[in-house]
């Protein structure tokens, strides 16, 4: 009698290693790979036509005003991206924003000598308790994330509303320190945006790497299977939550060293410019694919249209119409490469057994 | 050289006593009992609605039972989860299968178990490998880093079955595994089940198909109603037996097609190609006929018929209904036509899950049903109730979600709703694939009588005895070509068996 063995740890028993021999990569992921070409390629066509109509676009300072425009939408992105690949939405981040930009105005006024790592801190923690907020009523009330965050989006602000009572606070009642945090350089380089850069490759590095990276695209994929699997679907989308909002936290304190001006109605509205990032990045709104690369580099895309339709003196009212219509050539994209890889999956399908 | 796999007499290895399960006021289970012992293979037998599946899904630990005690090797075991079931040693293949279609297939079957590398990352390289593995030993080749979406319905089955082989379970739980599945395939499971057998491990097998239940099992339970009726040895029992205590009475497990009189043909196609799937399908279907589609999985047959109704397109070729010609890539067109299909992918090709079964049964018939473009319920229930009680369709309520029925009855509900359209040209994909016995002769009569009434029907199948016993031509396909055409005197077994795995083929 033969002994073949189940155990997956057993040595190969006569398959060619052929993980190894595979020419190139999977075919998801080379389809990922052409999504993040196209919007790099689309960047580079606005860079382009920008820069002839007006060569001072492409100049040391605009550039630099460009990556700090960009950097707290990034960080929203990233976190939004979390949460819609496991088919939920967090539509509470923009007010989870003002809140802790708030709090954090609050702090200094309320403590002048509080050192900028504790100020930074306290705010991602805010937003993560804001975020628990959302992932606990989502878990218990068993309704989906859009209803509930929508409620929590008026909820927070209304918090922030009643805190501030019409108040302001100004650049002078926080310290040097903290206001420099928003606009320093390193090596020509915004630090804000480099904070952005890195919560962009460590959100990569975590959903492509790790089991319960994974875990989450698998939950966005097909809920059902992967409760059957065994998968804490509960605890990981309830994570998720924690996640995005902490990450809507750290923005939020960037928020507040950025613009210095606070009041009660900091980060209106963006909550829409997240998801729009997310979705012309290539995140499916369906859950179970897309990446923070994508997500990112939508956000920086949605930046730049506003800055070069300025440059190219075009009315603002045309930059809502860009806005959306890229978003559906976005959507458009997706559905041509869905189609065409279904198309060529299915030429494959034909095994012989 | 393995010491007595099939006559072991040791204690069991996981009992289940006195199991309950009800959903709502249907009471799926009642004190049903189970005893699997290591090393034999134990088939669980029943009419659609039994509760075979209820009962795999609690050893799943996906629900929880209303009462009863489940015991492995001596000691209580509670599951409170999928992921207790697992970390029990039990590992199961679901009816319906459980991918996530974003993701690769290595990473469908290593979900939550990948293997790592340093820094706890997921070694995607030696996933791949290791599916690699695991497909080999079912012999079969599917891409590991190919995403699971767009996986034929025999190929997702297979990749279930890698999943729950990556376990090396104690318990194997495989619910209808076969029913994609065909005849090599089914062998080489049967191998990789045996030699888990011989390792000690227990295996739960549920089949509607009693060649396969005898061939690989040492025990049998029936269901009945949700009632345990009797467990025996394989051995002492027959195939009139079993399903005499699964139905309760005497059925004929086969139901030859009577004789019609041909008519003109209504389904032709010819010289159909799509490139690198099928090339070059010519046949035609005449009214009162029922030919054959036979070959093994993979063979193209599906895809022919796709192709034939516009769902894929397709590179060159012709298809014609009553002499005119349908133009390429559009179903709508198809089924004005008087064609219908119905698809070897039910849950995801036929049925919405949301929606009640009358509402699914009556859903491509709603311009018809309709008046003044109102739709009246009184017209799609009165429809629905017809065709529902015809095939024996088990549901509390017509208006019951169809996601709660069982898996054989939400075959019934895909095959009522295309049969209530009356075609010209019905093409019905394994039309009995998951149907208990006692439907599927009824079935049988049923395409009997519709071909007696002049309806052309083609016929895919991968039942050998399905085959011979409907079919008044076999057309066999090979590697996407048609290789044989077998008059009904000519098919038999060996016949057909000859020319699906490519040997003889003379066209
Ligand atoms: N989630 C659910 N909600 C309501 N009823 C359910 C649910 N799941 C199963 N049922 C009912 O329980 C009964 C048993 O179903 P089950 O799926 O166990 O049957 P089965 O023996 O596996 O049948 P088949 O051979 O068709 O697969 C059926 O009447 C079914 O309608
Ligand atoms: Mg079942």
């Not at chain 1, 302001?168 to 804000?192: C, E, H, K, W, Y």
């Not at chain 1, 994570?239 to 606070?262: C, D, I, K, M, N």
């Not at chain 2, 409907?470 to 396909?477: E, F, N, P, S, T």
């Amino acid at each position: 009698m033969s002994r073949t063995d189940a155990g997956v740890t057993e040595r190969p028993t006569g398959a060619p290693p052929a993980g190894a021999g595979r020419p190139g990569r999977g075919l998801t992921e080379r389809l990922l790979a052409v999504r993040e070409l196209s919007l790099l390629l689309a960047l580079g066509a606005l860079v382009l036509v920008t820069t002839l109509h007006n060569d001072r676009f492409l100049s040391s300072q605009s550039v630099k005003d460009l990556l700090l425009g960009c950097a707290i939408l990034v960080i929203l992105a990233v976190g939004q991206t979390l949460v819609i690949v496991t088919r939920n939405v967090d539509l509470s981040v923009g007010s989870i924003l003002g809140l802790v930009a708030f709090a954090t105005g609050e702090l200094f006024l309320a403590a002048p000598g509080t050192p900028w790592p504790v100020a930074l801190v306290t705010g991602v923690a805010l937003g993560a308790v804001c975020g628990a907020v959302n992932g606990g009523l989502i878990a218990v009330a068993r309704v989906p994330a859009l209803v509930i965050t929508l409620g929590t989006l008026y909820a927070f602000r209304g918090v922030d509303y009643y805190w501030a009572a019409g108040q302001q606070i100004n650049a002078a009642d926080m310290p040097r320190s903290f206001l420099r945090l928003g606009n320093q350089t390193l090596l020509g380089v915004p630090v804000l945006f480099l904070v952005a850069l890195v919560v962009v490759a460590v959100a990569g590095f975590y959903l492509r790497s790790f089991r319960s990276g994974r875990e989450l695209y698998a939950i966005g994929s097909e809920p059902t299977a992967a409760r059957l699997s065994g998968i804490p679907v509960g605890r990981r989308v309830f994570a998720v939550f924690v996640a995005s909002g902490a990450l809507a936290g750290l923005a939020g304190v960037l928020y507040a060293a950025r613009f210095g001006t606070l009041d009660a109605a900091a980060g209106t509205g963006l909550e829409l410019q997240v998801v729009a990032a997310a979705v012309v990045g290539g995140v499916a709104i369906f859950g179970g694919s897309g990446s923070v690369y994508g997500a990112a580099l939508g956000a920086v895309l949605l930046t730049m249209i506003g800055s070069s339709l300025a440059v190219l003196r075009i009315d603002p009212f045309w930059q809502q119409a860009v806005v959306g219509a890229l978003i559906l050539a976005a959507i458009g994209l997706d559905r041509l490469l869905a189609l065409r890889m279904a198309a060529r999956l299915r030429g494959r399908s034909a095994h012989g057994a | 050289m393995s010491p007595d796999a099939g006559e072991s007499t040791s204690s069991p290895l996981l009992v289940l006593d006195d199991i309950a399960k009800s959903f709502g006021a249907v009471a799926a289970l009642r004190g049903v009992r189970l005893a699997l012992h290591p090393g034999e293979a134990h088939a669980l037998v029943g009419e659609n609605g039994a509760g075979k599946s209820t009962l795999v899904k609690i050893l799943a630990g996906a629900h929880a039972p209303d009462a009863g005690r489940l015991t492995l090797a001596g000691k209580p075991l509670l599951l409170r989860g999928p992921a207790d079931a697992r970390a029990a040693g039990i590992a199961v293949i679901y009816q319906e299968p459980t991918l996530f279609p974003d993701l690769t297939v290595a990473e469908n079957i290593f979900m939550g178990r990948q293997p790592l590398r340093s820094l706890r990352r997921v070694d995607t390289r030696a996933m791949n490998r290791a599916a690699e593995q695991l497909f080999a030993r079912l012999g079969v080749r599917i891409d590991p880093a190919r995403p699971a979406r767009g996986l034929s319905i025999a190929d997702q089955q297979l990749v279930e079955i890698a999943k729950a082989l990556s376990f090396d379970a104690r318990v194997l739980v495989m619910d209808e595994p076969t029913a994609a599945l065909s005849g090599v395939e089914v062998d080489r499971l049967f191998g990789v089940a045996r030699s888990l057998c011989e390792r000690g491990a227990a295996v739960l097998f549920i089949s509607h198909r009693f060649d396969e239940v005898f061939d690989l099992c040492q025990r049998l339970t029936v269901l009945r109603d949700g009632t345990w009726v009797s467990s025996d040895r394989t051995a002492d029992l027959t195939v009139d037996e079993v399903v005499r205590r699964m139905v309760g009475r005497d059925v004929d497990s086969l139901f030859p097609k009577q004789d019609a009189v041909l008519r003109d043909t209504l389904l032709e196609v010819r010289g159909l190609t799509r490139t690198g799937v099928f090339s070059d399908v010519t046949f035609g279907v005449r009214g009162g006929e029922i030919v054959a589609l036979a070959g093994l999985v993979g063979a193209g047959r599906s895809e022919v018929a796709r192709a034939v109704f516009g769902v894929d397109r397709y590179d060159a070729g012709e298809v014609r209904v009553a002499g005119r010609a349908l133009p390429p890539g559009k179903p709508g067109k198809a089924i004005a036509a008087g064609l219908a299909l119905v698809p070897e992918d039910r849950r995801q090709q036929g049925l919405v899950m949301e929606l009640s079964v009358e509402r699914n049964a009556t859903l491509a018939r709603r311009g018809a049903l309709a008046r003044l473009g109102l739709l009246l319920g009184g017209a799609e229930r009165a429809e629905a109730r017809q065709w529902t009680r015809r095939l024996r369709v088990k549901t509390a309520r017509l208006t019951a979600a169809v996601g709660t029925l069982s898996g054989g009855n939400q075959q019934k509900v895909v095959l009522a709703k295309w049969l209530a359209t009356h075609p010209r040209v019905l093409i019905i994909d394994e039309p009995t694939r998951g149907i208990d016995v006692g439907t599927k002769s009824e079935v049988h009569r049923l395409l009997s009588e519709l071909a007696g009434e002049g309806m052309a029907i083609l016929m895919i199948s991968s039942e050998l005895p399905e085959v011979l016993g409907m079919a008044d031509r076999v057309l066999v396909m090979h590697e996407g070509r048609l290789v044989r055409e077998l008059s009904r005197d000519e098919a038999d077994e060996t016949s057909v068996m000859f020319a699906a795995t490519g040997q003889g083929a003379i066209a």
